[in-house]
């Protein structure tokens, strides 16, 4: 069993102790961690719904003290996902319309396109790549410009882990610099193609130029958003391929592949938890909360709450009513969910054209990187 719920994030199986955990009290306090842990489907809807009182930063560090005074901190403080109130109302109604009026399929074709042309490296890197460059290609910068943004793009979300080191704090900065920079000249150069997801965003923005600062950095936190979150959806599809090995029948079609990934997503998804922090004492499911307290919400443990979603422990792609947390609930719910899905589909699509025997992948085994809440594969 994992230590604690994060360490679990990165175990081999954390699906046992989180069952253990919802077994437990509605919000048990963890005296390792400082802070009260909720793992009940029904529980963590309720917290995130409770916008007041909970916010998802905490009062008196809106940026982390580590990059704070830094490009990569503007950026961060920018991001409507980590800002609540009026900071998170300016700019997400206009991503999130231009989101949802994103053409999937040719999101589809653009990501295969990219997808297969992503150099021969190891595959827990293409992961990332594949994703992030076709988001890239989406926001309108030329294939020619895609290896530098994915590049710039794996550095700056070092910023997003509190286990990133000093130096990845430092080229995390310069990343960000060098993306507010180029998103800046691809607004203000020639109107970007209409087609464009960059053009979706600045006609729903009614954007002029120059551009602000912080819709430029919405702009990069499409991007970061797509990063690590997409690559583990990706990287644990394909895993859940390796273990039943029924699905490579359902791989053959686009809607199999889509259902793959959609019940990855719910299974054995890429973020396993997320945090909030107590703004103002509030009761929260018969507990007292105190200003200052943090939360953490296990999203993987309620996506196999059979409260929310019967036969939890079941892989099914026929799923009637698939229900699952990990892309957010309420305000926050992210709107980007159906592109991330599009994407890993196309990516494992990809990967599988590469890498037709899953039973030698299987066999070589894989970890996890590192974190604090994002479940990545590292394949042998």
Not at 120 to 140: E, I
Not at 190 to 214: D, G, H, M, N
Not at 328 to 334: K, L, W
Request: glycine content about 6%.
């Amino acid at each position: 069993m994992p230590l604690d719920p994060v360490a679990a994030v990165t175990h081999a199986d954390p699906y046992p102790f989180y069952a253990e955990l919802r077994a437990g009290p509605p919000l048990a306090w963890n005296e390792a961690l400082h802070l009260w842990v909720a793992s009940r489907a029904e529980v963590i809807e309720s917290l995130l719904l409770a916008h007041g009182a909970l916010r998802v930063r905490p009062a008196a560090e809106p940026v982390p003290r580590a990059i704070a005074g830094s490009a990569a901190g503007e950026v961060f403080g920018h991001l409507v996902r980590m800002n609540d109130g009026m900071a998170h109302q300016a700019h997400r109604p206009g991503l999130q319309r231009a989101l949802a009026g994103l053409d999937l399929g040719a999101a589809r074709t653009a990501a295969l396109r990219v997808a297969h042309g992503v150099p021969a490296q190891p595959l827990s890197d293409a992961l990332f790549s594949m994703p992030v460059r076709t988001v890239a290609h989406l926001l309108g910068f030329a294939d020619e410009a895609l290896p530098r943004v994915d590049r710039w793009m794996r550095d700056f979300v070092a910023c997003l882990s509190p286990l990133s080191t000093a130096q990845q704090l430092q080229g995390a900065s310069a990343a960000a610099g060098e993306l507010m920079a180029r998103f800046e000249e691809l607004a203000a150069g020639t109107p970007p193609r209409q087609e464009t997801l960059l053009a979706a965003v600045l006609a729903e923005s009614q954007a002029i130029a120059p551009l602000s600062r912080a819709l430029l950095a919405n702009l990069v936190g499409l991007l970061s958003q797509t990063c690590d979150a997409t690559a583990g959806l990706l990287g644990n599809s394909l895993i859940a391929m390796m273990r039943e090995p029924s699905l490579q029948q359902a791989a053959q079609t686009r809607g199999g592949l889509q259902a793959i990934v959609e019940e990855t997503a719910r299974h054995d998804p890429s973020v396993h938890n997320t945090r909030r922090f107590v703004a103002e004492p509030a009761a929260m499911a018969g507990t007292p909360l105190a200003a200052g307290d943090a939360v953490l919400l296990v999203l993987a443990a309620a996506n196999r709450d059979p409260a929310l979603n019967p036969e939890p422990e079941r892989f099914s792609l026929a799923r009637t009513r698939r229900r699952m947390l990990g892309f957010g609930h309420g305000v926050h719910a992210c709107p980007g969910q159906a592109l991330a899905c599009t994407l890993a589909a196309a990516g494992l699509e990809a990967v599988l054209h590469r890498t037709p025997d899953l039973a030698v992948m299987r066999e070589r085994s894989w970890h996890y990187r590192p974190s604090v809440a994002a479940r990545i594969p590292v394949f042998h």
